[in-house]
């Protein structure tokens, strides 16, 4: 899709599944995304590779994004190095755990 190269994509949960799958679309399409992981960082370095690879250009950011101070870390730190921000897509997630309602 040519109406996405060079446009900046930020995409929370691209580490692995689905997101990474999204990130190297996105890649395909000549996008410049940032490859967000909260704790596996190897796998995102290889995703961004995999971006690279596939016609895009693309960095890695860490960031809890449970945390507003590293959100706004993260976000400032694809500011710093793309200009700006085109698309967002939250990704992120984790498995929650669920209780038993106590209240009788």
């Known amino acids: 899709m040519k109406d996405l190269k060079d446009k ?24 410049r995304v940032a490859v967000h992981y909260r704790g596996r960082e190897a796998e995102a370095r290889e995703v961004a590779r995999q971006v690279q690879e596939a016609g895009g250009e693309a960095i890695a950011v860490q960031a ?29 997630g984790g498995f929650v755990r669920r209780r038993a309602n106590c209240s009788g």
């Open 8 to 31: 900046v994509v930020l995409i929370t949960g691209a580490s692995s599944g689905i997101g990474a799958a999204v990130a190297q679309a996105f890649g395909a399409a000549g996008a």
């Open 64 to 92: 809890d994004v449970t945390k507003s101070e590293e959100v706004d870390r993260m976000v400032a730190q694809v500011y710093a190095h793309f200009g700006r921000i085109d698309v967002l897509i939250n990704n992120a």
